[in-house]
């Protein structure tokens, strides 16, 4: 049998993922569970994470499972990735060594890699991830890379447990660019346009001007999405519009692609859109709306005090969905290797 990696959502279909949102309920009513008793997950941290290495460590414990956390470059060897490349310079050694050695000690591989940010026709391949799947002989987790398939099960569990149902269509979604100081990763704004097509959602991707559309490869893989789910994708630079009767809110901010890695000129596009924060004013425009962020959040900048702290803000359960969902994806990778 193939392994079976968890890199994108868009490689699942509507019935595994609807199957995986049920199991990590099922997490949440119990949390323990004896998937990973005997197992072993490596947890290979390219950059700094908070939520997504505590919930996947806890997960781990939670299953019998052990977590081995590794920080390439810092605590464990620089990881080469390029295939074909003459080694000579900071990396100790290849992706190809290091995946195929960690398959021999674990069972689960996950890893977050983020773009370097210097040139997006190079980073918008996933070279990391899929260079670390290529080389494994164990299913392979996406823990963040150019989309975030982890917060994207989060996220909709949240929805189903906020609406109170599984069938999204006919309901409003708006994914809001908001400002940021700085300019940030696409992959949870990636992430939240697929999986808010996926589930049948009439989706508003609100963005200050079309320099802010997303990766034309995302954009198409969403109205693909709205073609089978029946839901519907619209972009609009009108925030009131956009806001007016709609049932979730999302906010995200995200570089704008024509600039990516040459952030200068576009600060002043940035700076004149500060307006799109998220406030009470523009909640008050939509139809009783979930409002939901992936989290960390610089309050009064994304989103006022006042969103944050209402009934209506999703994000503090959406975070705490990371780790049911997490173990429900460990669960079923895991059981691949069962006689390994």
């Known amino acids: 049998m193939a392994i079976r990696h968890f890199l994108s959502t868009q490689d ?17 009513k119990q949390p323990a569970g004896d998937a990973l008793r005997g197992k072993a997950v490596a947890l290979v941290f390219l950059n700094p994470s908070m939520r997504t290495r505590t919930s996947f460590e806890i997960g781990t414990w939670q299953l019998g499972g052990h977590a081995v956390v ?16 003459v080694m000579d310079g900071e990396a100790e050694e290849h992706v190809a060594e290091v995946a ?15 773009p370097k940010f210097v040139d997006w026709n190079e980073d918008r391949q996933d070279k990391v991830i899929r260079a670390f ?15 975030h398939p982890c917060q ?22 708006v994914l809001t660019w908001t400002y940021h100081p700085k300019p940030l990763n696409t992959a949870v704004a990636n992430s939240s346009l697929l999986i808010a097509t ?3 959602f009439d989706v508003t991707l609100l963005c200050p001007t079309p320099d802010y559309l997303l990766d034309p490869m995302f954009m198409d893989q969403a109205r693909g999405n709205c073609a089978e789910s029946g839901g519907s994708l619209t972009v609009s630079h009108d925030i009131e519009a956009s806001y007016a009767g709609a049932h979730v809110v999302y906010a995200k901010s995200w570089g704008a692609l024509p600039w990516f890695g040459n952030w200068g000129p576009e600060k002043p596009v940035r700076d004149a859109h500060r307006h799109f924060i998220v406030d009470e ?47 429900a994806v460990m669960a079923w990778l895991a059981g691949q290797a069962r006689g390994r």
């Not at 699942?12 to 949440?28: G, M, N, P, T």
């Not at 004013?281 to 702290?309: E, Q, W, Y």
């Open 100 to 114: 195929q050695v960690l398959s021999r000690y674990v069972d689960l591989i996950a890893v977050r890699a983020f």
């Open 133 to 147: 799947a290529r080389h494994a002989t164990v299913p392979v987790i996406n823990m963040e890379t150019i989309v």
């Open 12 to 28: 699942l279909s509507r019935e595994e993922l609807a199957h995986l949102l049920d199991v990590a309920a099922a997490f949440k």
């Open 152 to 173: 994207e099960l989060a996220h909709a569990l949240m929805l189903r447990e906020r609406l109170g149902t599984p069938d999204f269509r006919g309901r409003k979604y």
């Open 70 to 85: 590794l920080a390439p470059g810092k605590d464990a060897w620089g990881i080469e990735f390029e295939p074909g490349v």
């Open 198 to 200: 996926r589930l049948g």
């Open 281 to 327: 004013a523009k909640m008050a425009l939509t139809d009783g709306a979930v409002f939901s962020h992936c989290l960390p959040l610089r309050r009064n900048i994304k989103a006022t005090d006042g969103v944050m702290d209402a009934p209506y803000c999703g994000a503090i359960d959406e975070a705490g969905n990371r780790l049911p969902v997490q173990k």
